[in-house]
């Protein structure tokens, strides 16, 4: 393994033990704490009220889907009528 790599294995392993530091501080904060708890109290309408939006915003996004594909569905009928509106283009004479 070459000098560079070492170096760029070693930055990510930092980087990666930092972080999980960060995240298991925030989470012993939120979980063990009396200000923690408190915050926790706060912040849990707030998510709630997160999570509903975004069920909501998922579920239009899926009818809109929905209107999109039948739009589709619709102008490929269209395009692929092949049977001619007038069957021919010189009216015969019925006598």
Do not use: K, W
């Not at 995240?23 to 979980?31: F, H, K, S, T, V």
């Not at 239009?60 to 283009?89: F, H, K, N, Q």
Request: charge should be negative.
């Amino acid at each position: 393994m070459d000098e560079e790599a070492r170096v760029d294995e070693n930055s990510r392993a930092i980087a990666a033990s930092l972080i999980g530091a960060l995240i298991g501080g925030a989470a012993g904060y939120l979980l063990f704490t009396e200000h923690g708890r408190a915050l926790r109290r706060q912040l849990e309408p707030a998510l709630e009220d997160i999570a509903r939006e975004l069920s909501s915003f998922r579920s239009t996004i899926r009818r809109a889907a929905d209107v999109a594909d039948e739009g589709r569905r619709l102008l490929d009928d269209a395009l692929s009528d092949t049977s001619p509106r007038y069957p021919s283009p010189h009216q015969t004479s019925p006598f």
